[in-house]
């Protein structure tokens, strides 16, 4: 079995939920604030280990209560975090996030996760089988410098370019496979997409943006659309009663990462996921709404 690094950002997130997002200029009326652990980096690894997977992070949180509260968190879930470290003098990742019928809006504030370096994604040693994951929530140097030593030692490297930001080809020229929705498709392949395209319009798109590697285009309740070989694969949806869909897409980035730390074939490994983050969008919270192995499994029993 393989074990899955997750290089990438550990986040407090600060909900407030309300009947309907605010205008520019506006003030509306909220009916709860939530506090939950949360970061890009941060439920990936959630998402993996729940599942299954030897899963270790790898970046940085704030001396503060958040940070305390952050590690104990990810320890409980079964996340290695012998690569985190603590860093005086800022605070930890911090999400402020608007919840209106299931769709959010997300203000994040990188605080430590802006520290994250070379040194340390250098730290923890992969080896052949090993996937190496990562997003956007820390600086695109130090995913190319983690990248390049995991291509190094044999392992897949899995990039999630969210939030999508403009990256050079010398760090897309180190990821096997590209995970990202259609909005950061459309955002870094140049194309405007609308999420009613028909699949063939992804499937162009995604070929544009890395025609020589796999790119899985989460669709929301209408599934995943995998470019595998420039031949597009579609996994169909799970129609669901979603409840906060903020953690959806990185469920998806570490359920998929696990099963292929385990051997599992790509196309299994997507239906995996894709059933995976149709349990996570049906409460609220981002980590703490991974799914575990047995309620996948029951759900995949269930479809079948």
Do not use: W
Request: net charge negative; glycine share 10%.
């Amino acid at each position: 079995m393989g074990r899955v690094f997750v290089a990438g950002s550990i986040n407090m997130d600060v909900v407030a939920t309300t009947e309907r997002h605010p205008r520019i200029g506006e003030t509306v009326a909220g009916d709860a604030v939530l506090y939950f652990p949360g970061g890009k980096g941060a439920n990936q690894a959630v998402a993996s280990a729940k599942l299954g997977a030897p899963t270790t992070l790898v970046g940085r949180l704030g001396a503060d209560a958040f940070g305390q509260e952050l590690r104990a968190f990810l320890t409980a879930q079964g996340v290695d975090l012998a690569f985190v470290k603590d860093t005086p003098g800022t605070h930890s990742g911090t999400a402020i996030i608007t919840v209106a019928n299931a769709d959010n809006t997300i203000v994040v504030v990188p605080g430590a996760n802006a520290k994250v370096d070379a040194d340390d994604v250098a730290a923890p040693a992969l080896t052949k089988g090993d996937i190496a994951v990562s997003q956007f929530e820390i600086p695109l140097p130090a995913i190319a410098s983690f990248f390049a030593r995991a291509r190094a030692a044999g392992a897949t490297t899995v990039l999630n370019p969210a939030p999508a930001k403009k990256a050079d080809a010398t760090l897309l020229d180190l990821v096997d496979i590209l995970i990202l929705n259609e909005t950061e498709l459309g955002f870094l392949s140049g194309m405007e997409l609308r999420d009613s395209d028909a699949p063939g319009r992804f499937a162009e798109a995604a070929r544009a943006l890395a025609p020589d590697k796999i790119v899985c285009v989460t669709l929301g309740k209408r599934g995943v659309l995998a470019l595998v070989e420039r031949e597009p694969l579609l996994i169909p949806g799970r129609e669901v009663k979603a409840v906060d869909t903020t953690g959806a897409g990185d469920c998806f980035v570490g359920a998929l990462a696990s099963q292929l730390a385990i051997g599992k074939p790509l196309r299994d490994a997507l239906a995996y996921a894709n059933i995976a983050a149709s349990i996570c969008v049906q409460r609220m919270g981002a980590a703490p709404s991974m799914p575990t192995a047995k309620e996948v499994e029951n759900a995949l029993s269930a479809s079948r």
